[in-house]
Every structure is written in C-alpha cells, then in structure tokens.
C-alpha cells in the first residue's frame, strides 16, 4: 500500500491525531481504523489541501465501502483520498471519532 503522506487532524480536545493517507481505491487489509474521507488537491503554491468530506470508523477496512451508503455523496463531493488511523480497539476508534467529528463541519456527516 502505498501512501500519499501524513495528514494531520486535531480533536475538540485539541489532540492531534497522525492519519496517513491514502487514494479512495486503495484495497485493505482486514484492519480496525478511525478513517477521515477527503478531497485532495493541490494549491497553486504546490502544497496540499484536503476538503473535509466525512469521519468515521469500522473494524474492518477491507469490506467498509461494500456497502457504505455515503458513496454517492463521496462522489458528489469528489472525494478521492481515505486518511487512516489504525485502532483495533473499538472504544478508542469511538473516542478518536467522535473527538474529530465534533471539531469539524463535515460535508457527508449528516
């Protein structure tokens, strides 16, 4: 699996938390993760920007977008990059979640 870099996304709390990112199509293996959907771009100045599209999380990556019904409003919103947080356990990707979901307006968090 090849990465497209780090991205970092803060808390309510104000933690930060490291999410490496990935492309949308990216296949994975059976993992627990927090995962933050965006729309990468590249800025006229040459750095990237994510567009916040969606956070959440699953205990298995590898079958989520089988049947996720925020697919088509990914698409809507050219959604073309998953930033992952492996996190086994399931309280802690609750946690880590719901702390990232407060602190932003996310646009398929509805």
Do not use: W
């Not at 994975?28 to 599209?53: C, E, K, M, Q, W």
């Amino acid at each position: 699996m090849n990465g497209l870099g780090n991205v970092r996304i803060k808390g309510i709390s104000g933690k930060e938390y490291k999410f490496r990112a990935y492309p949308m199509d990216t296949k994975f293996i059976h993992l627990g993760a927090v995962y933050f959907i965006t729309s990468r771009n590249l800025n006229p100045d040459g750095r990237i920007s994510h567009s916040r599209i969606y956070c959440g999380e699953t205990n298995d990556l590898s079958t989520y977008f089988d049947d996720n019904k925020n697919v088509s409003c990914f698409k809507a919103h050219f959604a073309n990059c998953i930033c992952i947080l492996p996190q086994e356990d399931e309280q802690s990707r609750l946690n880590i979640e719901n702390d990232v979901h407060n602190n932003y307006k996310l646009l398929c968090n509805i």
